[in-house]
């Protein structure tokens, strides 16, 4: 079973950027289709973006489109949002997922607080 730990989160000015990471460990993230969710206060969980395990397939929310984008790097086991122009829409907390078979593992997730 895989364990997921997100980081990278905080707090910054509309216009910012910021980048979150998701660490793997306990098995290697190859094969993984990895994905990242947001979910605001009142707010249910909603996709933001997915990568498959290739890196040759990435898919995001409307929402986030052009402005935010997603990575990984197997060899550290790590997938990343690089999230750029932030809105104060954006905030949310943030976290990652893995995908294989049929089994899903969540992190605890990260927050991400952006200021108009």
């Known amino acids: 079973q895989v364990q997921l730990v997100e980081s990278g989160g905080g707090l910054v000015q509309a216009g910012g950027s910021l980048r979150l990471s998701c660490a793997a460990s306990?098995?290697?993230?190859?094969?993984?289709?990895m994905d990242w969710f947001r979910q605001a206060p009142g707010k249910e969980r909603e996709f933001v973006a997915t990568?498959?395990?290739?890196?040759?397939?990435?898919y995001y929310a409307d929402s986030v489109k052009g402005r935010f984008t997603i990575s990984r790097d197997n060899g550290k086991n790590t997938v990343y949002l690089q999230m750029n122009s932030l809105k104060p829409e954006d905030t949310a907390v943030y976290y990652c997922?893995?995908?294989?078979?049929?089994?899903?593992?969540w992190g605890q997730g990260t927050q991400v607080t952006v200021s108009s």
């Open positions: 997922r893995g995908r294989i078979g049929g089994n899903h593992y």
């Open positions: 990568i498959n395990w290739s890196s040759e397939n990435k």
């Open positions: 306990g098995r290697t993230l190859g094969g993984y289709t």
